[in-house]
């Protein structure tokens, strides 16, 4: 039987519209939504229907056997694995409190159901992937406009100019972002690309500074001090909506170009140019304050530059600049229901909240539970929920993870895959692929907010299950199943739609439930009331910084030079992996089997090293180190060496990505430990490694 469903993509957490075909119960087509995307869809989102046929999953739940990473498992009934799970739990709450208990998940908008269950369980402790993503930018945009990250939408498709520091988008994905991007550059829109080497991004712009490693935020600086000397800001913006301006003025006034070009190894006369060419384009231009950005030790202060510079253009609320995302209140339409229960009152083992009042409480930072693991301060951690999140693929030094692991009693991963923190877990519950599932339905904000909507387009191939299902078995048997008042997705669905006046039926024409016609905007001149800080203005400096001892404008410092023989490790993405867990993807681990080094031509010479060569690289206290081939280019600084994020698995059972490259996270010994105080994220590109010629290769090569 054929069927055609539209449903939302789950191969990365972008989450695109998409609409499936099948017939027989076996994915025949997928694309984009055609009214939303006009059909586009990227190659990971391509390759689903090999996810799903991938034998090389968890096909039905299992509970170890061995010592904890041996891989040996049990394979069990659902209902074992979740008495076996909810028993264990119990046991936790009874010894230690249900504080005790620790859930992470990828965020995003299906949290709640995640959040329900571990406050309605009694703990605090919820947390996310996001010290090792957007927390800088998250709290950078918190600080200065009283949003978070996502308190913004760019309207690229209109703007004459987009700047982007690091923000590899097209290898980077975000597909919606990357067809604006093509409008803008045909519409004749300039782009201005700022990374340590040449990417995807950097060839279709107009303007690129390869800079030195880690000093963006002083070419930014000198961005602000170079439209501010010209008297070319929006002032009426400024006098209007915008606090501490002149603190900046005057802050700024030793960052100028000439010094910011030797900081950054890049021309003045570049910078000049490109401030010419931006003055005639206000308020049309963008700033992007970043996405992943748990990077340098200044990154936080980095995007708040990059907001800074948004303010000077006055971009905020205005047609090609920075816009406010509307939701159903705009439309006149009643929100979504949905799951919740509040927060114990209770101390978070993060410290977040209490010892760090300045951050977002929300998710907290997952790293400082490590600390709190070891030292068992403020109280001890004994259980971690992994739901769909991978703690030794997503934070540095798993190394030191497995040891602080080793304090908790329960470890268990709800996951699609063999995490390598689910290969080292106690039970793996195996959960449906995004295309044999449904998901909760949650609104999309933006100028015309749609609710969206993740449908069943097959039947599951093994024995596995949605995670609404999952959370529903577990919450009954730990007695909070009043929290989770639904048996089935469509009766989650009916609840979730009530207040909203909407049936599932109106999701049937495009996908997706559209709350306005018209794309809302509000007026400029009344954005009063839209920035969340305690002034109620954009905070230029802020009290609740100052108020932790750190600074609203921090002087800034060069980045330290790699110590002699090594490279500063940068790392991103390539655009067919999505972080760790496509590379076992039979469709794209053929497109890209392995990562390889990139590494400067004349760095390369020194150390013997040419193009295609096994390179040994090693961590800074060589604990972990393996070969991998190199890619010996000009368009990379050569301080840096860089590596595409989400290879050197160890898991067996994944023959395709067993050993296959090299792992970054493993690399980057002690960044647990190395975090930015202001902003919460991990300074990932702050660790360094030592690279030699393998002796691997052969004295001479010799073409058969
Ligand atoms: N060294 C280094 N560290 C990094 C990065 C880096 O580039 N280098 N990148 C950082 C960034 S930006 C991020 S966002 C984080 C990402 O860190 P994570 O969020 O941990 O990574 P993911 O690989 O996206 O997904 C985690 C797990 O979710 C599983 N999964 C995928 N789909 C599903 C599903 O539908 N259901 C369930 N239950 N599970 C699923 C995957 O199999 C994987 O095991 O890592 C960060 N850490
Ligand atoms: N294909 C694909 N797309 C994805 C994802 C995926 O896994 N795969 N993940 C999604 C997620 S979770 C995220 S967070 C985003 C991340 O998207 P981005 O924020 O664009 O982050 P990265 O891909 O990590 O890009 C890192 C870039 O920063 C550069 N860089 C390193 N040091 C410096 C520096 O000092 N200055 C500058 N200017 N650049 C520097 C690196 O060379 C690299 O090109 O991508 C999203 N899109
Ligand atoms: S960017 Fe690609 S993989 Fe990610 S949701 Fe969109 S189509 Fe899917
Ligand atoms: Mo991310």
């Given at each position: 039987m054929k069927k055609s469903v539209y449903s939302m993509c789950g191969m990365c957490t972008v989450r695109c519209p998409i609409r499936v075909e099948s017939e027989n119960n076996k994915v025949t087509w997928i694309e984009g939504n055609q009214h939303i995307l006009g059909g586009a869809l990227c190659a990971k989102g391509s390759a689903g229907p090999a996810l799903v046929a991938d034998r090389e999953r968890p096909q039905q739940p299992l509970i170890r056997e061995?010592?904890?990473?041996?891989g040996r498992w049990q394979k069990v009934s659902w209902p074992t694995a979740l008495d076996y799970i909810s028993n264990k739990l119990k046991k936790i709450k009874t010894e230690y409190g249900p504080e005790s208990v620790v859930l992470s998940s990828r965020g995003g908008p299906w949290q709640n159901m995640y959040k329900t269950f571990i406050h309605a369980f009694g703990s605090p402790n919820y947390t996310n992937h996001d010290c090792t993503c957007g927390r800088n930018t998250h709290h950078a945009s918190l600080s200065i406009n009283g949003v978070g990250r996502k308190g913004f939408i760019y309207d690229i498709k209109n703007a004459k100019h987009l700047i982007l520091f690091g923000r590899n988008m097209f290898a980077s994905l975000r597909i919606g972002e990357n067809l604006q991007t093509m409008d803008m550059l045909e519409n004749g829109g300039k782009l201005t690309y700022v990374d340590v080497r040449q990417t995807m991004t950097g060839i279709k712009a107009d303007r690129f500074f390869q800079v030195r490693p880690g000093t963006d935020y002083a070419l930014i600086l000198a961005m602000i001090h170079e439209l501010i000397r010209r008297d070319a800001y929006d002032a009426d913006f400024v006098e209007r909506y915008v606090s501490g301006f002149d603190e900046l003025t005057y802050f700024v006034e030793q960052y100028t170009p000439d010094w910011a070009a030797k900081e950054c190894g890049i021309k003045a006369k570049a910078i000049h140019a490109f401030i010419d060419e931006i003055i005639p384009a206000m308020p049309k231009v963008i700033f992007h304050p970043g996405w992943n950005l748990s990077r340098y030790k200044d990154s936080f202060y980095a995007s708040r530059g990059l907001h800074i510079l948004n303010v000077l253009m006055g971009n905020i609320e205005q047609k090609g600049g920075l816009l406010i995302p509307k939701g159903p209140g705009d439309c006149g339409v009643k929100g979504l229901r949905a799951l919740d229960c509040p927060k114990p009152d209770i101390k978070r083992a993060d410290g977040v909240g209490w010892k760090y009042k300045h951050f977002d409480k929300g998710p907290g930072l997952a790293h400082l539970f490590f600390d709190a693991m070891e030292k068992e301060d403020p109280y001890p951690v004994k259980a971690w929920i992994a739901m769909r999140h991978d703690p030794f693929s997503g934070m540095p030094d798993p190394q030191r993870q497995k040891m602080s692991f080793e304090h908790c009693d329960l470890l268990v991963s709800i996951d699609t895959h063999y995490s390598e923190f689910g290969w080292f877990s106690d039970v793996i519950l195996p959960e449906s692929t995004y295309l044999e599932r449904e998901s909760t339905i949650c609104v999309q904000k933006s100028l015309k907010p749609r609710l969206a909507i993740r449908k069943r387009a097959v039947e599951p191939e093994f024995d596995t299950k949605p995670g609404w299902w999952i959370f529903k078995q577990l919450a009954e048997r730990v007695d909070i199943?009043?929290?989770?008042?639904?048996?089935s997705a469509e009766e989650l669905w009916s609840w979730q739609l009530e207040p909203t006046g909407f049936t599932i039926a109106d999701f049937d024409a495009k996908g997706f439930v559209p709350l306005t016609d018209e794309p809302i905007m509000y007026d400029p001149l009344k954005l009063e009331g839209q920035f969340n800080t305690p002034s109620g203005k954009i905070e230029i400096i802020s009290k609740k910084l100052e108020d932790a001892g750190l600074p609203s404008l921090k002087e800034y410092q060069s980045p330290i030079k790699p110590p002699k023989g090594m490279f500063r490790l940068v790392y991103g993405r390539s655009a067919v992996h999505s972080h760790g867990h496509t590379t076992n993807n039979p469709l794209l681990s053929e497109l890209m089997p392995e990562n390889s080094l990139w590494i400067n031509t004349r760095a390369a010479d020194k150390l013997g090293i040419a193009n295609g060569d096994l390179v040994n690289v090693s961590s800074e206290d060589e604990s972990y180190s393996g070969p991998m081939h190199a890619h010996v280019v000009d368009y990379i600084h050569p301080e840096a060496v860089y590596m595409v994020h989400g290879f050197g698995k160890q898991i067996p059972l994944q023959t395709r990505s067993y050993h296959a490259g090299i792992s970054d996270q493993k690399l980057m010994?002690?960044?647990?430990?190395?975090?930015?105080?202001?902003?919460?994220?991990?300074?990932?590109?702050e660790s360094f490694v030592l690279v030699r010629r393998s002796v691997r290769n052969p004295k001479r090569r010799v073409e058969l």
């Open positions: 061995g010592a904890r990473g041996e199943g009043e929290y989770f008042p639904y048996n010994i002690g960044k647990l430990d190395d975090w930015d105080q202001a902003g919460g994220a991990i300074n990932l590109c």
